[in-house]
């Protein structure tokens, strides 16, 4: 099946690597994301900022040129799903706000009143393709590599449209079907600190030491959202000096393992992209991981 | 951050503040101090107000005790509070519209002018290309804030680039035109809004 897939701005550069991934492995399923044409930035968490209308304008001209192909969308990253779900979640009886954006967006050909059905990649992947499906199509085992499901919050909170949003189970559902071994980790749903880490740097490297201080003996977190990839990936060094423990934690896109277990080759999954160097983990996955 | 009192005045308080910042006043004003925001907040270590002391002080209308606060600069929107609300109120939408309201009342304070010039950096930017572009983002972020900045970004930026994750160029793309017609459509019907509200105003006066 063809869905309208939204990139999404980290898609293009920071997050190339999520982006090739998660059209790979939906390929593997026999599926497709057809990218929607001339797509612009959601707004991310900069638009409500400056103007709330902004912030409902600028992802809902996606929403309304993505009509054209069908009645879904689907983001891969975390903030997009959120700002493209919330213009559903706003204009819901709220007439005067449809009112003002109908006179933003007559300024370029469109309407849009909020029909469209807003998908995030993870829960397409388990609701719609299904963790059965998934786990045939695996061509091997994750041999009880050890993860770290790390969700962070704007995929699960605050619509939790799929998963519940304090302790949210279905990435540990597909990740154990396919033969990882998910550790219990509490931090799963906590911020990341999101942009703090360019404004206020000393604050999100204290949240990064919270998420990754209690993690031991794990072979990677694995991730739904490009921003929380680079937090817990690019400040390892500053983060480990502050715990008193030198990190070199891979973070890893969910779309990647998946790639993984498909048997698909690294360079479709972009895995030379990872900061942290992929080397162990694949040698640990083909010393457990038997091939089915 | 020790308690504070406040020998209240009638001219200190603004009956319409919690109306103007809450997309919900009634719900705001059920709040039961149960600081359930306050625990929930992975920041509030660093706040001056909790959260919680911060929905009193808009309940009462203290305004610029509110807008001078560095709390909902430092609000990171994960909306942990916002699900765990008993009351249900809307609190990361509330910390969203006193950034709005602190901008556009020129506030002063050193949160707003970092957090805010790297949201501004970010709009100039996409309403520039239609979508983000990393590099000129920093650019400009750093030249407002401070370039040394950008020195100390410079090694995770060639790490990145080595790894192919920034183009030296933005990619081009169909809808920076559309995006521009966007902004300027809704700086039409915003300050519009403003003046209707102005007149209702002066009207009720």
């Known amino acids: 099946m063809n869905y309208t897939y939204f990139p999404g701005c980290c898609m293009e550069g920071t997050a190339s690597d999520y982006d090739a991934s998660a059209r790979a492995v939906m390929i593997a399923l026999g599926n497709e994301l057809v990218e929607l044409p001339d797509w612009n930035c959601c707004g991310a968490t900069g638009a409500e900022v400056l103007s709330h209308l902004l912030s409902v304008a600028l992802p809902a001209r996606n929403l309304a040129k993505a009509q054209a192909s069908g009645d879904q969308i689907v983001a891969t990253c975390s903030s997009c799903y959120f700002n493209l779900f919330r213009v559903n979640a706003l204009l819901a009886g709220n007439p005067e706000l449809q009112g003002e954006l109908d006179a933003v967006l007559a300024g370029v050909g469109l309407r849009y009143d909020g029909r469209l059905r807003v998908r995030h990649l993870l829960e397409l992947l388990v609701t719609d393709v299904g963790v059965r499906a998934i786990v045939r199509r695996a061509q091997r085992r994750l041999g009880g590599i050890r993860v770290a499901p790390y969700y962070g919050c704007l995929v699960v909170r605050p619509y939790a449209e799929f998963d519940g949003p304090d302790l949210p189970v279905s990435m540990d559902r597909l990740l154990t079907a396919l033969g990882a071994s998910v550790v219990p980790y509490a931090m799963k749903t906590r911020c990341c600190g999101g942009v703090l880490m360019t404004t206020q740097p000393d604050i999100a490297l204290k949240l990064v030491g919270d998420l990754l201080g209690p993690i031991r003996d794990v072979d990677c977190v694995v991730t739904v959202c490009p921003l929380c990839q680079i937090n817990l990936e690019a400040y390892q060094r500053e983060v480990g000096d502050r715990l008193g423990t030198p990190l070199q934690i891979p973070i890893i896109y969910f779309t990647q393992l998946l790639g993984l277990a498909f048997g698909l080759p690294e360079s479709d999954l972009k895995l030379q992209s990872n900061l942290m160097g992929m080397e162990k983990l694949t040698k640990r996955l083909s010393q457990l991981g038997a091939w089915v | ?205």
């Open chain 2, 1 to 205: 951050m020790p308690e504070k009192a406040f020998n209240l005045t009638r001219e200190m308080l603004d009956h319409s503040f919690a109306e103007t910042v809450a997309p919900d006043r009634e719900k705001l004003l059920t709040c039961i101090q149960c600081g359930t925001c306050t625990a929930s907040c992975p920041t509030a270590y660093a706040m001056d107000y909790t959260p919680r002391q911060l929905w009193r002080l808009v309940q009462l209308g203290l305004r610029d005790e509110a807008l001078h606060s560095r709390t909902f600069w430092l609000c990171t929107n994960c909306y942990s509070c916002t699900i765990r609300c008993p009351r249900g109120i809307s609190l990361t939408e509330t910390m969203a519209a006193l950034k709005r309201l602190a901008i556009a009342e020129d506030v002063q304070g050193e949160e707003l002018a970092h957090v805010s010039r790297f949201y501004r950096a970010f709009m100039e930017t996409v309403r520039r290309h239609g979508r983000n572009y990393e590099p000129e983002l920093l650019v400009r972020y750093f030249f407002n804030t401070g370039p040394l900045g950008l020195v100390d970004q410079a090694p995770l930026g060639l790490a990145m680039w080595r790894h192919g994750r920034i183009s030296l160029t933005p990619k081009p793309n169909g809808a920076r035109a559309e995006v521009e017609t966007i902004f300027r459509k809704v700086a039409e019907v915003d300050a519009l809004r403003s003046l209707r509200s102005e007149r209702d105003q002066e009207a009720h006066a």
